[in-house]
């Protein structure tokens, strides 16, 4: 009996101390600890609500107010061998912040595989690029001056024999997602033909063309995919037609020359898609008209290869299209397409 009222006794006195130090511990879960490393016991018994469609961020997207509290135990997770979905509940867990849904990898990699890790950067510093290039184009369409026009039909072959001056290149800066862009284009080439019909022993065409495409434009997309600007400007475009009928038995000579220099409106895009680290395809292209040009457009599709991180050599299809007249008897409605060929350099 005394045994038994003993045994009564000590069983009633563990229960004691059991509840006091069970209702200890709930009070110090309550309190705001400040410990660098919280003990976890288990990753299974860590079961955060995640939605089943969730993705995963990289650490550098945790809030910084999440972040700072949960150093101590990310650096605990990173020294745990504990599966990465196992790492990122107890994070979650711990963090007291789902972050809609998402999961939170530790440990993440800035060379993960596509779609693996989203990084977010904050670049602020400016890029630059300059493409010098080479448009081997032929030149089709009609020129004029003072109501006497000539049509041309000329093949690369044709507009490099005939080339006076031909300077191309495109120079581009980029600030986060701001883009400047200017395409310059000057060529200047004149042609010799037999007279029509006896009339004229030989007519010389000469055209000096003259394009500067300033545009401003604004990055939509940009990921490791590649990236696709909107762009609006101007295509200015300085034009000289010359026209001389020389040594007619029964016409006499004539040499007309005239200038026209204007602005119009352009706008439209281009884009750039990474097929791997070295290789991409590119693209360009605008339409404009009403003021200035009754039409101008062009467009360009290309591949590029990256022989250096900052190098790279382009090639392509270019086309450009033209169409402006006036009154005093003006005429420039002509079409240039080839391939294009050229070197860019990031600075």
Do not use: C
Not at 187 to 194: A, G, P, R, W, Y
Request: no cysteine; charged share 25%; net charge negative.
């Amino acid at each position: 009996m005394n045994s038994t009222k003993y045994l009564t006794a000590a069983s009633g006195a563990f229960l004691l101390v059991a509840i006091l130090f069970s209702a200890n511990s709930v009070f110090a879960q309550e309190q705001e600890v400040t410990t660098a490393t919280p003990q976890i016991e288990s990753a299974d018994s860590v079961k955060p609500e995640v939605s089943e469609t969730s993705t995963e961020v990289s650490r550098d997207e945790i809030p910084a107010k999440t972040e700072s509290e949960n150093a101590a135990k990310v650096a605990l997770l990173e020294k745990t061998e504990l599966p990465a979905r196992e790492q990122s509940a107890v994070v979650l867990d711990y963090g007291k912040d789902v972050r809609f849904g998402k999961r939170i990898s530790v440990g993440a990699k800035d060379d993960a595989p596509v779609g693996t890790t989203r990084q977010v950067t904050d670049d602020k510093d400016w890029h630059f690029a300059f493409t010098p290039y080479l448009f081997a184009a032929g030149m089709s369409g009609t020129v004029g001056a003072r109501g006497v026009t000539g049509d041309l039909d000329l093949s690369f072959g044709d507009i490099f024999k005939s080339l006076d001056i031909g300077l191309m290149g495109t120079l581009e800066a980029r600030r986060k997602k701001i883009v400047f862009l200017n395409d310059l284009l000057w060529i200047k080439l004149s042609k010799k033909f037999d007279g029509p019909l006896n009339l004229y022993d030989e007519v010389k065409l000469g055209s000096n063309v003259f394009m500067w495409n300033p545009m401003v434009g604004y990055r939509v997309y940009e990921g490791k995919a590649g990236s696709f600007d909107v762009l609006g400007g101007i295509r200015l475009m300085s034009l000289e037609n010359n026209l001389d009928f020389r040594n007619g038995g029964l016409l006499p000579d004539i040499s007309v020359s005239s200038r026209k220099t204007f602005a119009t409106p352009v706008g439209g895009g281009r884009g750039l898609l990474n097929l791997s680290p070295k290789f991409f395809l590119s693209t360009e292209f605008d339409l404009g008209g009403g003021l200035g040009a009754d039409f101008t457009g062009q467009f360009y599709g290309g591949v590029g290869y990256r022989v250096k991180p900052k190098i790279a050599l382009v090639g392509g299809y270019r086309y450009l299209k033209t169409n402006y007249d006036d009154d005093n008897g003006f005429i420039f409605d002509t079409s240039m397409s080839g391939l294009l060929f050229g070197a860019r350099f990031d600075f």
